[in-house]
T-cell receptor, first 113, second 118 residues
Framework: GNSVTQMEGPVTLSEEAFLTINCTYTATGYPSLFWYVQYPGEGLQLLLK?????DKGSNKGFEATYRKETTSFHLEKGSVQVSDSAVYFC????????????FGAGTILRVKS | GAVVSQHPSWVICKSGTSVKIECRSLDFQATTMFWYRQFPKQSLMLMAT?????????EQGVEKDKFLINHASLTLSTLTVTSAHPEDSSFYIC??????????????FGPGTRLTVL
């Protein structure tokens, strides 16, 4: 089946620290992969995406590379800010699956000043 | 681009009443809209998929007579929670997927609607 596994949180970092949030997936087809971010009390915002193997998505200093060989899409940022505190969701989407998204459980990130 | 709005952003209602939530794609045409429910500190649960002009497809365990979905145009979908009860209190989020090109491969999410049933 299709599933996404994210590292459990919360992840607590100091400002300017390096961030990695692990995400691995299983899929029956060839998925697109996404990272969404949710700030408190708000809906989800697309952070970045990759549609095929070896693609790198990037936005606002965040990066993730679609690794087919390890079925992973880990999110990284070189220097986090307090404003990055949010919940991060990894998701996969497969066209043949009605274009539905399958979400991971979400990882809470807390950045301290 | 790719802005999705929801209205209202929050609503409080009495048990037994019905509540309608609107989801609009503001700058693109959405052939498909999705409705999710999110419980506190949990991930999103897909409730149903709606395609413009056709009946919604509900996920297993979601009562279609309780959560009525209408996708009347390429920019508007509505979710009506009928005869709401306190256990229906939740954060409801919609998303929209476009017709073609960059819009077709990605779901864009609305800001969510907080429903509280007293």
């Amino acid at each position: 089946g299709n599933s996404v596994t994210q590292m459990e949180g919360p992840v607590t970092l100091s400002e300017e620290a390096f961030l990695t949030i692990n995400c691995t997936y299983t899929a029956t087809g060839y998925p697109s992969l996404f990272w969404y971010v949710q700030y408190p009390g708000e809906g989800l915002q697309l952070l970045l995406k990759a549609t095929k193997a070896d693609d790198k998505g990037s936005n606002k200093g965040f990066e993730a590379t679609y690794r087919k060989e390890t079925t992973s899409f880990h999110l990284e940022k070189g220097s986090v800010q307090v404003s990055d505190s949010a919940v991060y969701f990894c998701a996969l989407g497969i066209r043949g699956y009605g274009n539905k998204l399958v979400f991971g459980a979400g990882t809470i990130l807390r950045v301290k000043s | 681009g790719a802005v999705v709005s929801q209205h209202p952003s929050w609503v409080i209602c009495k048990s037994g009443t019905s509540v309608k939530i609107e989801c609009r794609s503001l700058d693109f045409q959405a052939t498909t809209m999705f409705w999710y429910r999110q419980f506190p500190k949990q991930s999103l649960m897909l409730m149903a998929t709606s395609n413009e002009g056709s009946k919604a497809t509900y996920e297993q365990g979601v009562e279609k007579d309780k959560f009525l979905i209408n996708h009347a145009s390429l920019t508007l979908s509505t979710l009506t929670v009928t005869s709401a009860h306190p256990e229906d209190s939740s954060f409801y989020i919609c998303s929209a997927r476009g017709l073609a090109g960059a819009w077709a491969d990605t779901q864009y999410f609305g800001p969510g609607t907080r429903l509280t049933v007293l």
